[in-house]
Structures are given as structure tokens and as C-alpha cells.
């Protein structure tokens, strides 16, 4: 079977709202069209992946099972809009934290690109030719560095990192119309890598 194309998603500020180091399931709340923008990529036959940084373990701040029940209530919102992940990964490290197992520089944070490359050989991906949607300059970068096209959100932190892009990322409002670019200039019918 060859590798296929995916996305790849940072999960808060573009799927999720925003909410500073997010550790609780009801805390969850979808951005307006992310939700209906992943079912469209589910559709095209994308697989979508997330990849998200999550220092607040490192930083004493939750636990990686806390990170689990937050992920599972991503998935319900999802599901309400018949819309699926294909993969999720995050990095629970930071060299700044304060819990010492979690406490170090490693090569899944991104800007590093150990996610995705863990994400690869999981999912039999091909990284040339995927996309990175995010909404900091590390979501770019990390996209960037492994191979993939990238595009920022304004949504969450992006706003904040519009004038640091680097020349070729693409730069939108949000998920929903990242996607309706991806839908009509890469994956409509004609333009679908096999």
C-alpha cells in the first residue's frame, strides 16, 4: 500500500478554542467550522492528524491522563458533526518544566519534527506533499522542517505571528477556510495524489 497525503493539526487555537493550558474535558470548545472543516477532509479521504505541543505536563500543570480525557471530549464535539481524527499526538515535555521526567529538550516539541515522523510510520504517510495547519510559528516550522506545505490560522495565537511566516505558507482566517482552499486548489478531484 503506498503512503498517502495527510493533515496535520495543531489542536488548540484551530480545532479548539484557545484556553491557557487546557486540562479539563469542559473546557472544550470547538471554533466556529473546525468541526464541519475535519468532516470535509474525512470525505476527501484525508487522513487528519493532530500534533500538539502539551508542556503543561512538564510544567506540574495536568497529567498525560488528563490530556486523554481532554482529547476523548474533542472527539465527542467531533463526532456530533460527523467528523473523525485519524491520529493524535502530543509532547508532554518542556526543558523549563518542573516535573524532572518530563523536564527536557526532546524531538517531538515542535518546532522539532518527532510527531510527525512518528506520525509517518504509524500511518504509512508521506510527509512531501501533506500540510500542517497551525496557528503558531512552531506549527510552521515543524511542518516546515518535515517535508510539509504549511498554513497559519489567525485563529487562537495566529494573529499574533502573521508577519513572521515564512515566504510560501499560507495565511487564513481559520480551519474551515484552510480546508475550502485545500478542497478546491490540492485535493479536488483530478488534483488527488493517489
Known amino acids: 500500500m ?18 491557557n493550558y487546557l486540562s ?17 477532509l474525512n470525505q476527501l479521504g484525508i487522513p487528519v492528524i493532530v500534533v500538539s505541543n ?10 498525560e ?4 480525557l481532554v482529547h476523548r471530549q474533542v472527539e465527542s464535539e467531533l463526532a ?20 524532572s521526567e518530563y523536564s527536557h529538550a526532546c524531538q517531538c516539541r515542535k518546532p522539532q519534527t518527532g510527531m510527525l515522523l512518528q506520525a509517518q ?27 510539509c506545505k504549511t498554513i497559519l490560522v489567525r ?7 502573521e508577519d513572521r511566516v515564512p515566504k510560501g505558507t499560507l495565511v487564513v482566517d481559520d480551519l474551515n477556510s484552510a480546508v475550502e482552499f485545500l478542497a478546491q486548489a490540492e485535493f479536488s478531484p ?5
Open 80 to 99: 456530533k458533526h460527523q467528523a473523525r481524527l485519524d491520529g493524535f499526538y502530543y509532547c508532554p515535555h518542556h526543558p523549563a518544566g518542573s516535573v
Open 121 to 147: 510510520g504509524d500511518c504509512n504517510l508521506q510527509l512531501t506533499g501533506s500540510w500542517m495547519i497551525g496557528d503558531n510559528i512552531t506549527d510552521i516550522e515543524a511542518g516546515l522542517a518535515s517535508g
Open 190 to 194: 483530478g488534483t488527488r495524489p493517489a
Open 24 to 40: 479539563r474535558p469542559e473546557q472544550v470548545c470547538l471554533i466556529s467550522g473546525s468541526a464541519e472543516a475535519i468532516a470535509r
Open 54 to 63: 502539551q508542556a503543561g505536563v512538564a510544567r506540574g500543570f495536568f497529567s
Open 2 to 19: 503506498s503512503a498517502k497525503t495527510a493533515v496535520f493539526l495543531d489542536r488548540d487555537g484551530v480545532i479548539i478554542e484557545e484556553v
Open 155 to 161: 485563529t487562537g495565537h495566529g494573529h499574533r505571528f
Open 65 to 68: 491522563a488528563d490530556i486523554n
